[in-house]
């Protein structure tokens, strides 16, 4: 029964003596992405009924056609954080350059930047299946009261104060870490109000899922496709199934709780992959290495890669701390 479940509200506050900076504004910004999910889950879960699905006409930054409902997400998400003047800038996957907020102010004390990935997996809205929202948060670097500059979005990702994903599915869930493990809520659709359902969530060492795009299997690098024959081979506790969402946060998701691997390889054709460091992977991996799994480009940490552009491609293996070994020990095998 949710309802006897501790709420999110209730948790951030009795929680909030953990964090590393305990002003309460790390907690109030929490509870805006909170409101912010609230808002875009709506939209969301109605996606079907109006007329809001399909492309708003213009393309973003990476080329891609922007969906309608990632737009929404994308204001919706930069006008609860701008409203309730918690942080002084956001940069966004929608957006070409960060937004600054009132960070030239010098009264302005909001010490946050948040990058966000509003509605990932946008193609997959369309077709009803489950699509998420990304975000990672940072202190800023340069002095309060100054403007916000691109040096305070460009850290590492070991510098994450907090990190989470929203997933709009079968229910929706929100699912964050502050660097003291992972924690998932789950919405109550009918009163408004995320429970924690998933305390403490931990990747199995070992999974026997994979998840790949393999329609790219010809242009992977060999290491790459020695690994997925591997997980292929009749051997052991495999061959390991298969299971490609083709939204992270999804993929990502069922992996945590039932041991998997998410693979975005380089490839002939995109040679640092498709998945933006700042916004997707380094969340996803603070989140994953936080519940005992392993992020990756195959060669380094994702989190101890120094980023030097905004929308930043990697490569990215991120799952069963055993499995993104083997993968590692794949690919370097050949290069
Ligand atoms: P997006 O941010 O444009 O939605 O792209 C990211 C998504 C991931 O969620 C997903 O895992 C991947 O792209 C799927 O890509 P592909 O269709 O090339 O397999
Ligand atoms: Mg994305």
């Known amino acids: 029964m949710l309802l006897k479940k501790q709420t999110l509200g209730e948790f951030i506050i009795e929680n909030q003596a953990s964090f590393k900076y305990t002003s309460g504004e790390l907690s109030r910004l929490i509870n805006s992405i909170r409101l912010a999910a609230k808002v875009v889950n709506h939209e969301v879960n ?52 960060f937004v600054a907020i009132n960070s030239q102010d010098e009264n302005n004390q909001n010490k946050y930047v948040v990058l966000i990935d509003p509605l990932d997996g ?20 340069t002095p309060l009261g100054t403007p916000v500059t691109i040096e305070d979005f460009l850290q590492k990702g070991n510098q994450q104060v907090a990190a989470g994903y929203v997933v709009y599915g079968t229910s929706t ?3 964050y870490t502050t660097g003291h493990g992972v ?3 789950t919405l109550n ?4 109000t995320f429970y924690l359902s998933h305390p403490n969530m931990q990747f199995p060492e070992d999974g026997k899922i994979y998840s790949v795009n393999e329609g790219n299997y010809i242009h992977f690098p060999q290491g790459v496709k020695d ?13 390991y199934t298969s299971r490609y969402i083709g939204s992270l946060v999804s993929d990502f998701h069922r992996n945590m709780i039932k041991g998997g691997i998410y693979m975005y390889p380089k490839h002939s054709k995109n040679s640092n992959g498709k998945l933006r460091l700042l916004y997707e992977c380094n969340p996803m991996a603070f989140l994953a290495e936080q519940a005992n799994g392993k992020a990756s480009n195959g060669h380094t940490r994702i989190m101890d890669i120094e980023p030097t552009e905004l929308h930043q491609r990697v490569p990215f293996f991120c799952g069963s701390k055993n499995m993104v070994e083997k993968v590692e020990e794949f690919i370097q095998k050949h290069e």
């Not at 946008?122 to 670097?141: M, Q």
């Not at 659709?189 to 408004?192: E, L, V």
Request: proline share 2%; with cysteine; charged share 25%.
């Open 122 to 141: 946008s193609s997959n809205i369309d077709v009803n299946v489950s699509v998420g929202t990304i975000f990672s948060i940072y202190r800023r670097v």
């Open 227 to 239: 690994y997925i024959k591997y997980c292929q081979m009749e051997e052991g506790d495999r061959p």
């Open 173 to 175: 869930m929100l699912v």
């Open 46 to 97: 109605k996606a079907g009924l109006v007329d809001i699905i399909g492309t708003a006409g213009d393309t973003n930054i990476q080329g891609e056609d922007q969906q309608k409902l990632d737009v929404y997400a994308n204001d919706k998400f930069i006008q609860t954080l701008t409203n309730r003047n918690i942080v002084c800038g956001i940069a966004s996957e929608e957006e070409d350059d």
């Open 183 to 185: 924690n998932g809520f």
């Open 189 to 192: 659709p009918a009163i408004g």
